[in-house]
């Protein structure tokens, strides 16, 4: 698989329950950042981890970061049908350049 | 909120016909990216430009491309003679750098006809 690969590719939930995309990622990081696209518009930037965290938190997101697995994991608590949305996570390298994986289209129903 | 302003919103153009796509990064910001978004698929990076000259760049990147920043607040983006699989949401970016995380602007969407 490519670097970040986000799974599963699309999610359907009822408002209120947790959403939870997985990402992982393939060479060395320098933090790994997630980002959220509403159809046709542009990319929101949500959270970011440096590869020394392991957690984060920011209202009701919840990142973890596990370098030795690769992988990272973003949990949205108490969705609302407002957050549904398309995220993307998304790799910086010593170079500043962001790679992004294909992205999780959430789909929170009222 | 400090933002990333891109225009036009939406361009269509004659396959083979050069478009400019303007993007104004937030103003303190040092690093400035190019990326694209074919419909449905992933979004791919083209440019990273640092310190008035070009960081890195991919293999999409060719020779049709290149980057300005003619005046110290804008940033463009050319392709010289635009092909068909060239249409695509194109987004800038920009950002203080390493750790900071890095904030789009809202996209052109680019119809090569």
């Known amino acids: 698989s490519q670097q970040g690969e986000e799974d599963p590719q699309a999610l359907s939930i009822q408002e209120g329950e947790n959403a939870t995309m997985n990402c992982s990622y393939k060479?060395?990081?320098?933090?790994l950042q997630w980002y959220r696209q509403n159809s046709g518009r542009g990319l929101v930037h949500l959270i970011l981890?440096?590869?020394?965290?392991r957690e984060k938190h920011s209202g009701r997101l919840r990142v973890t970061l596990d370098t030795s697995k690769k992988s990272s994991s973003l949990l949205i608590t108490a969705s609302r049908a407002a957050d549904t949305a398309s995220y993307f996570c998304a790799t910086e390298d010593a170079g500043n350049m962001l790679t992004f994986g294909g992205g999780t289209r959430l789909m929170v129903k009222p | 909120e400090p933002e990333v302003t891109q225009t036009p919103s939406h361009q269509v153009t004659q396959m083979g016909q050069e478009v400019i796509l303007r993007c104004v990064p937030i103003?303190?910001?040092?690093?400035f990216y190019w990326y694209r978004q074919i419909l449905g698929q992933k979004v791919e990076f083209l440019v990273s430009f640092y310190n008035n000259e070009i960081s890195e760049k991919s293999e999409i990147f060719d020779d049709q491309f290149s980057v300005e920043r003619p005046d110290g607040s804008n940033f463009t983006l050319k392709i010289r003679s635009t092909k068909l699989e060239d249409s695509a949401m194109y987004f800038c970016a920009s950002g203080l750098g390493a750790n900071y995380g890095y904030t789009f602007g809202s996209g052109t969407r680019l119809t090569v006809v």
């Open positions: 060479t060395s990081i320098n933090n």
């Open positions: 981890i440096r590869s020394n965290e």
């Open positions: 103003s303190n910001h040092l690093y």
